[in-house]
């Protein structure tokens, strides 16, 4: 039951700087969730908390006190690890009794709160179970079970759905959300599925090369990301971006999205993009919409013609491969129908939708 | 048809290999329990015409008249192997674990030469060993045989251990401190149970390596106060004479403890190693 503060949080291997001058506090009962690319520092930010990694620079603190030199062990943390690090010698029972044991429970009050955590996770049939005998979910169940049991002030998780297959991926990132509802504890996640981030996070955290990039609520990091990183970064499939020119027309500021097609700035960017030569644009899949789509009207003032190099059927949806000054677009085709390569369709954009950026700074405008 | 003349074929030839392996063995369990003179008939006697321990009795002073005091050398045997063994696992257990999973300075160099220590022919060592030991006043004393033969398992036992622990994910002790543990409760908890099978494999090579050698030992000791078995056996040689059955009864008594040792803990070294903690 505590927050989690970063203070200028750094850590450097050598000459490589993993994590750089991070600065996070994490209230109370809060799902946070830490996302990125490999080597982005999000899983070494962990370790630090942890202890299990020495910090470079800056304070840790756990509630109000300063964890910099403290062992893993007193810190009142629990963490979960990609692949369960399960004691293989013991059961599940001792397993998860084996921090208690540690800390010399008595017996009695061991077996009282391993039955919670058991009754918690449905494990009760496979108390007596080696780890060797479970599946994976099974595993991931008893690995959460152990770090439950502690009643520690925060979980760490890293990566803790990476060697589950997509299905019971799935199942198990329900759980893990209504865990955190029964448990309401800080949990501070770390993964490099943004599909993850969204669902499960409170607050997201998007890092690159040892910065944050981004901090917010799922929603708002997709509505706004900050930069074109961010914004190719969440979201699936990723936004599309396209470099464009800026076209300065009798007062009228007009962005070309390739040759013949030009769409008109929307109003409230104007006074910022008039004056610029190229801008960024991104434009989410499911913002190009295929004309043929019936469950849309046509109501905007103009549209374009492409041929189609690859559909790809998704069930709900498909999704359409196309160029625009020969980047790959994938636009979404909600009730969709089948659709020939080499096919001529037409798409329509709401320019309101448009995310720009800058040319120079990758920053949002 | 075919198939079964070369099923049949490949029966004999693994009979045949078989027995080249296991015929020294044999011919030293023969003559164990025959006496002298038949040992040396020609052609060779395979079935003794006349079995006895007298040997063994002899040996054992059972009826009075010792040959050779195999008693004694038996338990100077037992206790100097056992001791050396637990010193030098103990020793190459922590080594081994330092090596597998911390850095520090020079780990390589210190690592490649405590191999290469091994590469040296224990031999060679065998007269500045003696002058060394001389001057100590440790020569001729089961201390002195003990630390040799820790100095020449340690660095054995520290490559097998590393290997062991090193096949034990880092996880495991990572969780373990995140559990509560300090690192030497991960350590004694969790690393080194799952090592386990891997560690008493090293003891047992260590423990058989001591039990075996010949070398250093002929140099260190010399009177019945810190022989082993090996050594004793070269009371049998007499200026005159060889009683070729002493030396076979005293090598029967060498191998039996062992063999059964290496039957007890194979078992157990199997059924050991089957994990299941990590996705793998």
Not at chain 1, 121 to 129: A, I, N, Q
Not at chain 2, 217 to 246: C, Q
Request: charge should be positive; proline fraction near 5%.
């Amino acid at each position: 039951m505590a927050k989690v503060d970063l203070k200028n949080l750094t850590k450097k291997y050598g000459d490589v700087v993993a994590v750089q001058n991070m600065n996070l506090t994490i209230p109370h009962n809060e799902f946070l969730v830490l996302v990125g690319p490999s080597g982005c520092g999000k899983s070494t930010t962990l370790r630090m908390i942890a202890g299990l990694e020495e910090i470079s620079g800056g304070d840790i603190y756990i509630g109000d006190e300063k964890v910099n030199e403290k062992d893993p062990k007193d810190r009142n943390v629990s963490m979960v690890f990609q692949n369960y690090a399960l004691y293989p010698h013991m059961t599940v029972e001792e397993n998860l009794g084996f921090s208690l044991k540690i800390a010399k429970v008595n017996q009695d009050e061991i077996e009282i709160k391993v039955k919670e955590a058991v009754k918690i996770l449905g494990l009760e049939d496979l108390r007596k179970r080696k780890p060797s005998q479970l599946s994976g979910g099974q595993r991931q169940r008893v690995a959460m079970g152990r770090a439950i049991v502690r009643r520690p002030d925060a979980f760490l998780f890293d990566e803790p759905l990476s060697n589950l297959d997509a299905k019971l991926r799935t199942q198990m990132r329900t759980e893990i959300k209504k865990l955190h509802q029964k448990l309401k504890t800080t949990i501070i996640y770390v993964t490099h599925d943004q599909v993850e981030a969204m669902t499960l996070a409170d607050r997201i955290i998007i890092m690159k090369d040892g910065f944050i990039e981004q901090i917010g609520s799922p929603i708002d990091v997709f509505n706004h990301p900050v930069n074109v990183f961010v914004a190719t970064f969440i979201g699936s499939p990723p936004m599309n971006i396209i470099e464009c020119d800026i076209i300065n027309n009798n007062n009228q500021t007009m962005i070309k999205l390739d040759e013949n097609i030009i769409v008109n700035c929307p109003k409230n960017k104007i006074s910022e993009i008039s004056n610029l030569k190229n801008v960024i644009v991104g434009i989410r899949a499911e913002d190009i919409v295929p004309i043929t789509d019936n469950t849309k009207e046509n109501n905007f003032s103009w549209n374009f013609g492409k041929e189609i190099d690859l559909a790809e059927p998704l069930g709900t949806e498909t999704q359409l491969f196309f160029k625009l000054q020969n980047k790959e677009i994938i636009s979404r085709m909600y009730n969709p129908r089948p659709i020939n390569v080499g096919e001529k369709i037409n798409f329509q954009i709401d320019e309101n939708k448009i995310h720009f950026f800058d040319y120079e700074t990758k920053k949002a405008i | 048809m075919i198939k079964q003349i070369k099923k049949i074929g490949f029966w004999l030839l693994v009979l045949f290999l078989l027995i080249l392996i296991c015929l020294p063995g044999i011919w030293i369990f023969v003559s164990a329990f025959r006496p002298n003179p038949e040992i040396l008939s020609k052609p060779a006697n395979w079935i003794p015409d006349r079995w006895t321990i007298h040997q063994f009795t002899q040996m054992f002073s059972i009826n009075g008249y010792v040959s050779v005091p195999a008693f004694k050398y038996l338990m100077n045997s037992v206790i100097i192997s056992s001791v050396s063994t637990v010193i030098a696992i103990t020793i190459g257990m922590m080594g081994g674990y330092a090596f597998a999973r911390f850095n520090f300075k020079g780990k390589n160099k210190i690592f490649l030469s405590l191999m290469l220590a091994r590469a040296v022919p224990g031999i060679s060592l065998s007269l500045p060993l003696f002058i060394l030991f001389a001057k100590l006043g440790i020569i001729n004393t089961s201390f002195g045989v003990i630390l040799v033969y820790v100095a020449m398992n340690v660095p054995f036992t520290i490559w097998l251990t590393d290997g062991f622990f090193r096949q034990i994910p880092k996880e495991m002790s990572e969780v373990a401190r995140t559990d509560g543990c300090t690192r030497f409760q991960a350590f004694w908890n969790v690393e080194l149970p799952l090592a386990g099978p891997g560690i008493g494999a090293a003891a047992i090579f260590a423990f058989l390596l001591s039990w075996n050698e010949y070398a250093l030992a002929s140099i260190i000791t010399r009177t019945v106060h810190s022989k082993t078995l090996p050594i004793g056996m070269m009371d049998y040689l007499d200026e005159f004479t060889i009683n070729w059955a002493g030396m076979c009864a005293i090598a029967v008594v060498m191998i039996v403890p062992a063999l059964i040792l290496t039957f007890i803990v194979q078992k157990h070294l199997v059924s050991g190693l089957t994990f299941g903690g990590v996705k793998g």
